[in-house]
């Protein structure tokens, strides 16, 4: 099955991985979102959340500043003008207790 238009490798296995480690991944954000559920997240939030948490936990491929870095560029360039500053906090939080999480 070809996509229209089509979906690069990367794309389909951050996809693959996320969908796979979807429970570990909202329980990391769970419980680093300080007053927040992940219900009352924006949507958009939520799912750049998941894929920098996939990428800090589960992928070597990409350093831990980058995810987060590409994850707050993207909250401010679709999202809120609070998002920005809630993703950076979430993910450095995660980011202090990574060790522990292994």
Do not use: C
Not at 32 to 41: I, K, N, Q, S, V
Not at 50 to 75: H, S, T, Y
Request: no cysteine.
């Amino acid at each position: 099955m070809q996509n229209d238009p089509p979906v690069n490798e990367y794309t389909s296995g951050l996809v693959r991985d996320v969908t796979e480690h979807l429970d570990r991944i909202d329980g990391f954000i769970g419980e680093h979102a300080e007053g927040w559920t992940l219900e009352r997240m924006p949507a958009v939030d939520r799912n750049i959340l998941r894929i920098a948490v996939l990428e800090m936990m589960w992928r070597d491929d990409v350093p831990d500043r980058v995810a987060i870095d590409e994850a707050v560029e993207l909250a401010k360039s679709v999202s809120t003008d609070r998002s920005p500053a809630f993703v950076n906090g979430l993910l450095a939080s995660l980011l202090h207790v990574k060790p522990a999480a292994d």
